[in-house]
């Protein structure tokens, strides 16, 4: 079946530092792939997303790049902020059908 | 605002307790699913549906129902509550290309 493995947390940085969150998938076919960003108490919000290979997501500064060779989706930001503490999800979307397979989620935190 | 609404958003049920988590979508979107939120486990697929009167089950069902009567409500049915319910319930819809929609989710206690 499908899977997403991504690098447990917390992820703790300063601001201005570089960010990057891996993210690794298993999948039959060519799925969608996303990366979702929950702020604390509230839901899930689409951060970026790429639906083929080579594909590059990109939204706030945060970018990831569809590598089908490698079956990942690494998120990146160059320079981080305290309002980019938060945790991040990646995921998968088969390409027949609407459910989402999510990573455990990486929780970030960006101090002054 | 269009969007997804969860109620309650926090709830703390004793063991053999009933409840049910409403979720509403004014979007139009014919699928809808529920997902549980466990640290360190990501979201997992309770029950979905491609729309009214269609469900079916996802990941971790087992002690969760499900109906879809109208395009709008998609309601989660916990029928004997256990303290391994304990979690935070999201409720999401799909609208195509414009992606999924999630609730603020419901914070579940089951003591």
């Known amino acids: 079946g499908n899977s997403v493995t991504q690098m447990e947390g917390p992820v703790t940085l300063s601001e201005e530092a570089f960010l990057t969150i891996n993210c690794t998938y298993t999948?039959?076919?060519?799925?969608?792939l996303f990366w979702y960003v929950q702020y604390p108490g509230e839901g899930l919000q689409l951060l970026l997303k790429?639906?083929?290979?080579?594909d590059k997501g990109s939204n706030k500064g945060f970018e990831a790049t569809y590598r089908k060779e490698t079956t990942s989706f690494h998120l990146e930001k160059g320079s981080v902020q305290v309002s980019d503490s938060a945790v991040y999800f990646c995921?998968?979307?088969?390409?027949?059908?609407?459910?989402?397979?999510f990573g455990g989620g990486t929780r970030v935190l960006v101090k002054p | 605002n269009a969007g997804v609404t969860q109620t309650p958003k926090f709830q703390v049920l004793k063991t053999g307790q009933s409840m049910t988590l409403q979720c509403a979508q004014d979007?139009?979107?014919?699928?809808m699913s529920w997902y549980r939120q466990d640290p360190g486990m990501g979201l997992r697929l309770i029950h979905y549906?491609?729309?009214?009167?269609?469900?079916d089950q996802g990941e971790v069902p087992n002690g969760y129902n499900v109906s879809r009567s109208t395009t709008e409500d998609f309601p989660l049915r916990l029928l004997s509550a256990a303290p391994s319910q304990t979690s935070v319930y999201f409720c999401?819809?799909?609208?195509?290309?414009?992606?999924?929609?999630f609730g603020s989710g419901t914070r579940l206690t089951v003591v």
């Open positions: 995921a998968l979307r088969q390409a027949a059908g609407n459910k989402l397979t």
């Open positions: 999948a039959t076919g060519y799925p969608s």
């Open positions: 790429a639906t083929k290979a080579d």
């Open positions: 979007m139009n979107h014919e699928y």
């Open positions: 549906s491609v729309g009214a009167g269609i469900t």
């Open positions: 999401a819809s799909f609208g195509g290309e414009g992606g999924y929609t």
